[in-house]
C-alpha cells in the first residue's frame, strides 16, 4: 500500500527531553512537510523540504528541527527549547512542485 | 488578520439540508484553493479542488471568486456522516496555507 505513515500515534515525554517523531512516505515524493495543530486551530507550517539534504524553516520552526537524509523519510524533533509542545504533529507530502498535499495519521504528543 | 478565514461555527443542520461554508483569503498571488476534510482527531483529507469556473463533485460544489477573494463550498442534501471540520486552503509560492475550519454537525 501506499501512503504515509506516522509513528508513534501517541507520545508522552517529560519536560525537558528532547523527543523525535517519524514521518515516512513510499509514494516517491520530492516535498515533505511538518505541521502542528493545536485545539480547534488550523494546521500551522513548522518545517518543509523540497528535495533531499535541502530543507526549509516554516512559520513556528523556533524549538524544533529536521534532517532530510532519504527521500522516503523527514524525522522531526521536539527540542526542550519548543516552549509549548503538546500538540499533534501531522506530517505531509506532494510530488514536486504540485499543490495536493497528502496527510499522515499525525502524532498527538502530550509533553508532562 | 490571517491569510485565509473561515467561520468557526459549528453549524449544527437536520439531515437532508444544504448548507453553505465560506472563507475568505488575503494573499491575492494565491494560485489554487482546495478544501480538506478533517474529522475528529483524524488528519485533513482532500475533498475538493475549486476552480474560478466552479465545480461540482456530487452534492458536493465548490466555487472561487478571485474579485471578492472569497471560496465556498455548498453541500446539498447533508448526510451524518457529513460531520467534520472543512478546512479551506489556499496554495501560493508552494505552500499551502489552512483556515482555521468550519465544523459541521448533521443532526438526525
Known amino acids: 500500500d501506499g501512503g504515509i505513515t506516522q509513528s508513534p500515534k501517541y507520545l508522552f515525554r517529560k519536560e525537558g527531553q528532547n523527543v523525535t517523531l517519524s514521518c515516512e512516505q513510499n509514494?516517491?515524493?520530492?516535498?515533505m512537510y511538518w505541521y502542528r495543530q493545536d485545539p480547534g486551530q488550523g494546521l500551522r507550517l513548522i518545517y518543509y523540504?523540497?528535495?533531499?539534504?535541502?530543507?526549509q524553516k516554516g512559520d513556528i520552526a523556533e524549538g524544533y528541527s529536521v534532517s532530510r537524509e532519504k527521500k522516503e523519510s523527514f524525522p522531526l524533533t521536539v527540542t526542550s527549547a519548543q516552549k509549548n509542545p503538546t500538540a499533534f504533529y501531522l506530517c505531509a507530502s506532494s510530488s514536486s512542485g504540485a499543490d495536493t498535499q497528502y496527510f499522515g495519521p499525525g502524532t498527538r504528543l502530550t509533553v508532562l | 488578520r490571517k491569510e485565509v478565514e473561515q467561520d468557526p461555527g459549528p453549524f449544527n443542520v437536520p439531515e437532508g439540508a444544504t448548507v453553505a461554508f465560506n472563507c475568505t483569503y488575503s494573499n491575492s498571488a494565491s494560485q489554487s484553493f482546495f478544501w480538506y476534510r478533517q474529522d475528529c482527531r483524524k488528519e485533513p483529507k482532500l475533498l475538493m479542488s475549486?476552480?474560478?469556473s466552479g465545480n461540482e463533485d456530487g452534492r458536493f460544489t465548490a466555487q472561487l471568486n478571485r474579485a471578492s477573494q472569497y471560496i465556498s463550498l455548498l453541500i446539498r442534501d447533508s448526510k451524518l456522516s457529513d460531520s467534520a471540520t472543512y478546512l479551506c486552503?489556499?496554495?501560493?509560492?508552494?505552500?499551502?496555507?489552512f483556515g482555521g475550519g468550519t465544523r459541521l454537525m448533521v443532526k438526525p
Open positions: 486552503v489556499g496554495f501560493a509560492g508552494n505552500m499551502l496555507t
Open positions: 509514494l516517491n515524493h520530492d516535498a
Open positions: 475549486v476552480y474560478s
Open positions: 523540504s523540497q528535495i533531499v539534504n535541502d530543507f
